[in-house]
Each structure stands twice: as C-alpha cells, then as structure tokens.
Nanobody, 121 residues
Framework: QVHLVESGGGLVQPGGSLRLSCAVS????????MGWYRQAPGKERELVAT???????NYADSMKGRFTISRDNAKNMVYLEMNNLKPEDTSVYYC???????????????WGQGTLVTVSS
C-alpha cells in the first residue's frame, strides 16, 4: 500500500507564497509521473502541474509563471512552489503519483488526502 501525504497548506494573503510538499511512503517498485491537482468548493478537480521522473513539467495555463513543480526522486517527494497567490487559488490541493507496485505491473494513480490553501486578506 502506498500513501501520499501533503503538507504546507494554510492561510496566505493575496500576493503571498506557499510551498506544498508531498511525501510518498509504502512499498512500490517505481514512480512515474507525479503531479498536483486542486479542487475548489463546488468545482471539479483540475490539473495544476505534473512532472516526469526526468523532470519534464507541464502546467495548467493559469498557473504558468506563478507555480513551480519539482521533485526529489531519491526522497520520493514532489513539491509545488506557489507565488503571487490570488483568492481564486483557494482550493484543496491534492498530490498524485503514478505508482508501479511490481516490475511488470501496470501503473496506477494514487492520491493524497489533500491540503487546504486559502488565499484571503
């Protein structure tokens, strides 16, 4: 069983910054793409950013230039640096990882439980 645990959420003023972290624990063979998604009240979950094992990144258009995703493969961690935060960034942020439990198994998506980010003055 693999677990993803997010941390770093909280209350921040507009224009402020936060850094989210996500730790992967448990037994697995490998991790492929990792990412961050978010879900605001009453809205569907949406992509924030993803990053491959090799460091190739992909961002939602509204996050480009403000958010930076990174990962530490040795530590099985993924991070999201968020700058110039806006009230519309208020959401629960979820970490996601594509996990392979054994050498020849298919990759499965595993989700964390989320961390709340509130942007408000």
């Amino acid at each position: 069983q693999v677990h993803l645990v997010e941390s770093g959420g909280g209350l921040v003023q507009p224009g402020g910054s936060l850094r989210l972290s996500c730790a992967v624990s448990g037994r697995f063979f490998s991790i492929d793409v990792m990412g961050w998604y978010r879900q605001a009240p009453g809205k569907e979950r949406e992509l924030v950013a993803t990053i491959t094992t090799g460091g190739t990144t992909n961002y939602a258009d509204s996050m480009k230039g403000r958010f930076t995703i990174s990962r530490d493969n040795a530590k099985n961690m993924v991070y999201l640096e968020m700058n110039n935060l806006k009230p519309e960034d208020t959401s629960v942020y979820y970490c996601n990882a594509e996990v392979q439990y054994s050498r020849y198994a298919a990759y499965v998506k595993v989700w964390g439980q989320g961390t709340l980010v509130t942007v408000s003055s």
